[in-house]
T-cell receptor, first 114, second 113 residues
Framework: GDSVTQMEGPVTLSEEAFLTINCTYT??????LFWYVQYPGEGLQLLLK?????DKGSNKGFEATYRKETTSFHLEKGSVQVSDSAVYFC?????????????FGKGTTLSVSS | DAGVIQSPRHEVTEMGQEVTLRCKPI?????LFWYRQTMMRGLELLIY????????DSGMPEDRFSAKMPNASFSTLKIQPSEPRDSAVYFC???????????FGPGTRLTVT
């Protein structure tokens, strides 16, 4: 079945460092891809999305490009801040099935120190 | 918009007691999802509804868990009887018809002693 694999955490960086969190997926068809972020003590929030191959999602300085050839959707940010410390989840949706559940990865914890 | 509302935010109960978690989805959203999050198992989908109808409850751990959605603006997740292994954060999420984007509530942290 469809699945999402994220890099193991935690990822520990200094402020202003470059961030990459790897995400690969297995799916039949062409799913939509998402990154969600969970700040301490809160629910998940949608960070960015891409709905088709070669689309780039971006928000708050984060970017991810939908790569069909490598089945990947890696999250990147050029300069992280302490406030970016959170858990990041990669997710995919069943194509053509809006209103169905998303399939989430296990999450990657990011810790940024000043 | 108020977002997805969950209550209570924290619940501490003793083993064997009944627990009811509540969720109010965003107005106009027609899909509702219940998730459970633990350190060991991560984020798990328990059940979801479309137009108040349960679509997939294969993630519900066992018969002690039940969920209802009597109308478009309210859902409950009930655990009876509760056990210590049910301790987790329970999230409710909703989405708009035709959209894949889910909006999560703040969660209910359940502790069963």
């Amino acid at each position: 079945g469809d699945s999402v694999t994220q890099m193991e955490g935690p990822v520990t960086l200094s402020e202003e460092a470059f961030l990459t969190i790897n995400c690969t997926y297995t799916a039949t068809g062409y799913p939509s891809l998402f990154w969600y972020v969970q700040y301490p003590g809160e629910g998940l929030q949608l960070l960015l999305k891409a709905t088709k191959a070669d689309d780039k999602g971006s928000n708050k300085g984060f970017e991810a490009t939908y790569r069909k050839e490598t089945t990947s959707f890696h999250l990147e940010k050029g300069s992280v801040q302490v406030s970016d410390s959170a858990v990041y989840f990669c997710a995919l949706s069943d194509p053509g099935q809006a209103g169905t559940a998303l399939i989430f990865g296990k999450g990657t914890t990011l810790s940024v120190s000043s | 918009d108020a977002g997805v509302i969950q209550s209570p935010r924290h619940e501490v109960t003793e083993m064997g007691q009944e627990v009811t978690l509540r969720c109010k989805p965003i107005s106009g959203h027609n899909s509702l999802f219940w998730y459970r999050q633990t350190m060991m198992r991560g984020l798990e989908l328990l059940i979801y509804f479309n137009n108040n109808v349960p679509i997939d409850d294969s993630g519900m751990p066992e018969d002690r868990f039940s969920a209802k959605m009597p109308n478009a603006s309210f859902s409950t997740l009930k655990i009876q009887p509760s056990e210590p292994r049910d301790s987790a954060v329970y999230f409710c999420a909703s989405s708009l018809k035709g959209s894949y984007e889910q909006y999560f509530g703040p969660g209910t942290r359940l502790t069963v002693t």
